[in-house]
């Protein structure tokens, strides 16, 4: 992957996640009702630089582009769209924001629908969204892949497809079936690397591969120096992105992850310390089914 690519993917993608991710104890409430047809609802999914791409109706009108985020914790709209829509700020206080971020402002969607799906009553946080992006069409929503507790998120990379289901996914085996808990904010799954185990969020808003915290610089084994490839600047300062090819195998449960580099960020859009990230250039070859209520997330090729 071109270094610039990695950089200002990863960038736009903490960006994305820094004004959703919540603490755990301080999350959106969930939509007011859920309604999903007997047999489910798929949808084509979309691509806009590696991150699932959705076509959801606010309010009756639409459809809009909304990126499809297992690393949001909130749905968020564009600022121009919620100006559009004339949405007024909901009463009460704002969310909260990690890393010494501005308090997040939100407003209530009355209905939200995502091909036969829809949600009601749905609290999102306004955000500058289309500045982000450098097109003519950029998106206008991030779409919590949490949205749909009690229903099974499937998003199919190979077959470029989304599912909305009713169901469960089985108890957690380690192998294809994870679970996190609510301390993780985000869902995670261990990621061995070379022999070490570390936590990785899932986040499909990330166009990159495996990032991990700088820590491990000193932690595991390469076959070359690692590189200092570019700086990544956010609310919370700057900090350099690196790349190094490890000396080792590379492994998510029962599948052998063949990748030639790996990155090493300390970007960290959620309280506490680093954790790693797996974006799209490896989730690509998996199908993904998300269980936001009973926080399992599962993989299979």
Do not use: C
């Not at 919590?144 to 009690?150: N, R, V």
Request: glycine residues 10%.
């Amino acid at each position: 992957m071109n270094p610039t690519y990695i950089r200002a993917g990863i960038a736009l993608s903490v960006l994305l996640i820094s004004l959703v991710a919540q603490d755990s104890l301080d999350h959106p409430p969930p939509a007011d009702k859920i309604e999903v047809p007997q047999k489910g609802t798929t949808l084509p999914m979309g691509d806009i630089g590696g991150r699932p791409l959705v076509q959801v109706s606010v309010n009756g009108k639409g459809p809009y582009p909304f990126i499809l985020d297992t690393g949001a914790s909130v749905t968020v709209i564009d600022q121009g769209l919620k100006n559009e829509l004339a949405l007024h700020d909901r009463s009460g206080p704002p969310l909260l924001e990690p890393a010494g971020g501005p308090m997040a402002r939100t407003v209530r969607i009355e209905e939200l629908r995502v091909g036969d799906a829809v949600l009601k009553g749905v609290t999102a946080s306004p955000s500058p969204l289309s500045s982000m992006f450098g097109m003519s069409d950029p998106p206008r929503g991030v779409l919590s892949a949490a949205s749909f507790p009690g229903y099974l998120l499937i998003l199919d990379y190979p077959s470029k497809k989304i599912s909305i289901r009713a169901g469960q996914l089985s108890t957690p085996d380690s192998r294809r079936v994870f679970g996190y808990t609510s301390e993780h904010v985000l869902p995670n799954v261990p990621v061995t690397v070379a022999g070490t185990v570390i936590r990785a969020h899932v986040d499909s808003g990330s166009p990159a591969s495996l990032t991990l915290p700088t820590k491990y610089l000193k932690e595991l084994k390469f076959k070359s120096e690692p590189v200092e490839t570019g700086k990544m600047r956010t609310h919370a300062g700057t900090f350099p992105l690196w790349t190094a090819k490890i000396d080792g195998g590379i492994e998510l449960g029962e599948y052998q992850l063949d990748l030639a580099n790996v990155n090493f960020s300390d970007v960290n859009p959620i309280p506490g310390e680093p954790t790693g990230n797996i974006g799209y250039q490896l989730l690509r070859s998996f199908v993904i089914t998300m269980d936001a209520k009973n926080r399992r997330i599962s993989f299979e090729k």
